[in-house]
């Protein structure tokens, strides 16, 4: 199961009405933040994501806009007693970044763990099989869209587990994809089903490799930061895209779910451009600032009896 949460959708600065683009995913109990402009931590109190809990912060790139709450964010932090490290996340020019937050921010009870991807290409492994797949956009600076897996073990079968003897109280273990006891996974474990893929994918125009990354994606959440189609070119050249653009890429990726995001502050009322989105792709959704989502497995049903 994953919650997903929306701490903004604006693009450039914060409004009133509209906080900057921030994404949250809530896993057992632990969090993933996806960019940290000004005003994320506001959010994230807002509509209860426990920043105490975060695990991981990935930057998609290093525009205002997305990183310039993180001294704060890093701060507050400190001030609740954060003592386990944090994993910091992005594309290169990871490590002058963090160090300017750093002298903003002063020493800290806590350490980063830096991890760079090179030309915006990497996975990084989290707990529990999940991963982040980091893959370039088109924007006019480096900048890292971002792909949330998280897999799904095949079908436990207790009949094998007990022609072999395997003691009942290893179940649990194996299903979780751990050996245990001389046991292998592969030894009860049918083939892998389906698991989770929540993207995060701003800020980018379309690109072929957005589309395939996304495909059949549970969720993606993308750049649609030009209600008005004639903007398209506008788009093009810095690097964003329409939202008729983005309901285009999702209906070509077969993704289950559209949210748009990142509206410039001049859309005031994203309605025409949903329009134009849904055209294309009719499950499209405006994003707005709160919105949730929890996501579970296709197939939930108990494996062990
Ligand atoms: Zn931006
Ligand atoms: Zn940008």
Do not use: N
């Not at 300017?100 to 915006?120: E, Q, S």
């Not at 070509?252 to 410039?264: K, M, N, P």
């Not at 451009?273 to 197939?299: H, I, N, Q, S, W």
């Amino acid at each position: 199961m994953v919650e997903v949460l929306l701490l903004g959708t604006g693009a450039t600065k914060p409004l009133p009405y509209r906080a900057l683009a921030a994404m949250w995913l809530q896993v057992g109990g632990r969090g993933l933040l996806f960019d940290c402009g000004e005003g994320t931590q506001v959010s994230a109190q807002r509509y209860g994501a426990s920043i105490y809990k975060l695990d991981a912060l990935f930057l998609t790139h290093y525009h205002g806009d997305h990183l310039f709450g993180l001294p704060g964010l890093l701060q507050s932090m400190a001030a609740l007693g954060r003592t386990e490290p944090l994993t910091m996340a992005g594309p290169p020019g990871l490590d002058g970044v963090l160090d300017a937050v750093l002298a903003l921010a002063g020493p800290l009870p806590f350490a980063l763990c830096r991890h760079t991807f090179p030309d915006c290409r990497g996975v990084l492994a989290l707990p529990g099989g999940a991963s982040v797949t980091a893959f370039p956009a088109d924007h006019r600076v480096p900048c890292c869209l971002y792909a949330y897996t998280l897999p799904r073990a095949g079908r436990f079968d207790p009949g094998k587990a007990k022609a072999l003897g395997i003691p009942v109280q290893l179940w649990r273990t194996l299903q979780a994809g751990q050996p245990a006891g001389g046991f292998t996974p592969d030894q009860v474990l049918g083939p892998a089903r389906r698991g989770l893929r929540i993207l995060y994918a701003t800020d980018t125009g379309p690109t072929p490799e957005l589309a395939e990354m996304a495909r059949d994606a549970d969720l993606l959440c993308m750049d649609a930061t030009y209600a008005d189609e004639a903007d398209a070119p506008k788009a093009r050249l810095y690097g964003h895209a329409t939202c008729g653009e983005a309901g285009a890429l999702a209906a070509e990726a077969g993704v289950r779910r559209l949210w748009l995001t990142h509206y410039s502050a001049a859309v005031t009322d994203p309605e025409p451009g949903l329009a134009a989105a849904r055209v294309r792709f009719p499950g499209e959704e405006a994003g707005f600032d709160g919105k949730a989502l929890t996501l579970t497995f296709e197939d939930p049903g108990k494996d062990i009896p």
